[in-house]
């Protein structure tokens, strides 16, 4: 098995001639009005055959994306709808009528669950989403290799569940940009992360006995998103300063062969 970073929280993963993606986007300006195109949101190397999403925040499902790379009829397994009305699920109506107008083959699963897809073995595991919307995090596993992504949980007590049930891993790819957010409708604002940093990254992936912990969900290019966004300054080196030689990042579009 190999993976390859394709920007802010997208992961392309390939085993046994098929590719599996991971909150995979092109487009997020939707929601960062700052955002402008570039090269640092990668597309996957060929059609994909399985997509996964972690939650549906427009940075982390973009349906339009989906639809342009999938094999006709590729499954897209993503966490339940949020409960409560339009008010409470604000952050995730966009990407819910996208995956409906794009007539994704989009399936609901619940946290442990496992599907066998091609050569890979997938399982949803428990995650906390920093504004309350649901989030799954995924194991995958195909070659004899292990991996795991964060998309932007926080941290939790759940960590130890998922060592006991899958460590070791070959590769952790987890948030580091510990964003701090003030959005309109979380009121009054936390002043604590809504997803990983630095520090909570590297207890987290040594909690997972991870081989390698590769940072995501940071963009060093896109210093200013979206007004009430406040991210760490310089992620990668403060993981490096925590997670010492288990740190290994990666730019965007390269690979990592788990197999080396």
Known sequence: MRVRRLGWAGLEIEAGGKRLVIDYVRDISPLFTAWKPGEWLAAPTGKVDVALVTHLHRDHTDAPALAEVLVPGAPVLRPAPGP???????TTLLAEGELTRHRLAATVVDVWSTREIGPFRVTAVPAVDG???????????ADGQRVFHGGDTM????????ARRFSPFDAV??????AVVDAPHLQPPSPLPAALDPRQAAAAAEIL???YAVPIHYEPEQPDKI?????????????RTYAGQRAH????????????
């Open 155 to 162: 941290f939790h007590g759940y960590w130890w569940l998922i």
């Open 84 to 90: 409560g009305d339009d008010v409470d699920n604000m």
């Open 173 to 178: 790819f987890l948030p580091a940009n510990g």
């Open 249 to 260: 990042t990666l730019a965007v579009g390269e690979w990592l062969d788990l197999t080396m």
């Open 227 to 239: 007004a009430g966004y406040v991210e760490v300054a310089d992620p990668e080196s403060e993981l």
């Open 209 to 211: 006995d991870a081989r």
């Open 131 to 141: 504004l309350g919307d649901p989030q799954l995090n995924w194991v995958v596993e």
